[in-house]
């Protein structure tokens, strides 16, 4: 069973670029959830994919964006990137629907952002 | 979402039982407690999971007095190992759409 994977690892940036950041979720999962962590904090949610549909959204301005794939994969997008995005951002892959629990989430190492 | 409130740090040494303990007085009927630990430069990990009384795996167990306004998370005879970021969590179950993260217990396993 594959875990859940991310890339690219790192990436620096400079203010006003756009980053696309990828997520390959864990087989048999169907949702995908981001999350942004800045230092010395616990993830903040931006918003989570269920069958490739936006199934919820995280107080994160409209420049964050994302996409979930028919294989269940998903990517971040970031517009206009200001200073304040430099962040650890964790792609998490979870089993939804049913009786399914979305408490119990699968998370990849994270691409750590940095913008200068 | 219920807020949950939980110590900032804690320190241990090797071989000892630790309890963290999470107050979450708003907690609704049909919120769950989840705990997940996070090592540095990592993504965190789902440990366990309840809603009332004791909950046990292999890894930690996880205490639920009857009115759920708190939950104690204890690790037997914890390594270095284990030094990590622990969260406290509380969500429905299956209509839950975001976890919400505080700001976690910083755990140090002293040799």
């Known amino acids: 069973e594959t875990g859940v994977t991310q890339s690219p690892t790192h990436l620096i940036k400079t203010r006003g670029q756009q980053v696309t950041l990828r997520c390959s979720s864990q087989?048999?999962?169907?949702?995908v959830s981001w999350y942004q962590q800045a230092l010395g904090q616990g993830p903040q949610f931006i918003f989570q994919?269920?069958?490739?549909?936006?199934?919820g959204r995280g107080n994160f301005p409209p420049r964050f964006s994302g996409l979930q794939f028919p294989n269940y994969s998903s990517e971040l997008n970031v517009n206009a990137l200001e200073l304040d995005d430099s962040a650890l951002y964790l792609c998490?892959?979870?089993?939804?629907?049913?009786?399914?629990?979305?408490?119990?989430?699968?998370f990849g190492p994270g691409t750590r952002l940095t913008v200068l | 979402l219920a807020k949950t409130t939980q110590p900032i740090s804690m320190d241990s040494y090797e071989g000892q039982e630790v309890n963290i303990t999470c107050s979450h007085n708003n907690i609704a009927t049909n919120d769950y407690i989840t705990w997940y630990q996070q090592f540095p430069s990592q993504g965190p990990r789902f440990i366990i999971q309840g809603y009332k009384t004791k909950v046990t795996n292999e890894v930690a167990s996880l205490f639920i007095p009857a009115d759920r306004k708190s939950s104690t998370l204890s690790l037997p005879r914890v390594s270095l190992s284990d030094t990590a970021v622990y969260y406290c969590?509380?969500?429905?179950?299956?209509?839950?759409?975001?976890?919400?993260f505080g700001s976690g217990t910083q755990l140090t396993v002293l040799p």
């Open positions: 994919y269920y069958r490739e549909e936006e199934n």
């Open positions: 969590l509380v969500a429905p179950l299956s209509s839950a759409r975001q976890l919400t």
């Open positions: 998490a892959s979870s089993l939804g629907g049913g009786q399914s629990s979305y408490n119990e989430q699968f």
């Open positions: 087989s048999g999962h169907n949702t």
